[in-house]
């Protein structure tokens, strides 16, 4: 259950970047990148040897992000306001959780022929982007659907969770709570202060 739904969406934005010919050891930014997603998303990156850079609202996160293999941030605040169409070529690839103008200059500063995964709204529904990057730069922008995805590729991202996750890996990543913490936890949703993917207990195995 650490896994759910935001790791199998982290592997198939990762798999989403893979078909795209992302280069190996690329750049490549997470944004959310301390929520669920981002956080799964960012160690699988690392652990297959992209550069990960980690965009983030929560400097306290990052001594997490960097244990599961970040090596640069990015401040939210950076790219929250609109920025050029086209801006410097920073990113080769990028796992986007957040939309909205931080997913806008995520495409303006991805460099050419690079791909962006895009599978979250954390930020907001709207893209208010240009077709510069896309018609300039070359750059896709692939959607990443967890719900309707077809069964042989969801199979495929769970069998590659499977295996190439560790229980230590799980275990840095999850906080556990009770049932009775959950109405707390959602407030703490809701305000974009829950770090990884947290666990709720729903029984005492002791009882
Ligand atoms: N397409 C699919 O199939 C699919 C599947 C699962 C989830 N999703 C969507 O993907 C998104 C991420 O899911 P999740 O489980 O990772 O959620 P989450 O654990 O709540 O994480 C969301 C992260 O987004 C960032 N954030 C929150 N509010 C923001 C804002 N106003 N502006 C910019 N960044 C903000 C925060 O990261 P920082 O603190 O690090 O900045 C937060 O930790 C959600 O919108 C969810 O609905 C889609």
Not at 72 to 89: I, N, T
Request: proline content about 2%; aromatic content about 4%.
């Amino acid at each position: 259950m650490i896994f759910g739904t935001a790791g199998l969406t982290a592997m198939l934005c990762v798999m989403a970047l893979e078909d795209a010919k992302v280069k190996e050891g690329g750049r490549v930014i997470v944004t959310g990148a301390a929520g669920g997603v981002g956080s799964v998303s960012v160690k699988l990156l690392a652990q297959r040897g992209y550069h990960v850079t980690a965009l983030t609202g929560r400097r306290e996160q990052h001594d997490f992000l960097r244990s599961l293999g970040a090596r640069d941030f990015v401040d939210r605040s950076e790219y929250q306001e609109a920025g050029k169409p086209l801006q410097s070529e920073r990113w080769d690839g990028a796992v986007d959780t957040v939309g909205g103008t931080v997913l806008a200059n995520v495409l303006a500063s991805t460099a050419y022929g690079g791909a962006v995964a895009a599978c979250g709204p954390a930020g907001g529904m709207d893209l208010p982007t240009t077709v510069a990057p896309f018609i300039l730069r070359g750059v896709s922008l692939v959607g990443v659907d967890s719900v309707n995805c077809p069964g042989s590729r969801r199979i495929v991202a769970w069998e590659r969770l499977a295996r190439d996750l560790a229980a230590q890996d799980l275990a840095t990543l999850a906080t556990e709570v009770s049932l009775e913490e959950v109405m707390a936890l959602g407030e703490q949703i809701l305000n974009g202060q829950v770090r990884g993917r947290t666990i709720v207990k729903v029984a005492d195995q002791t009882s």
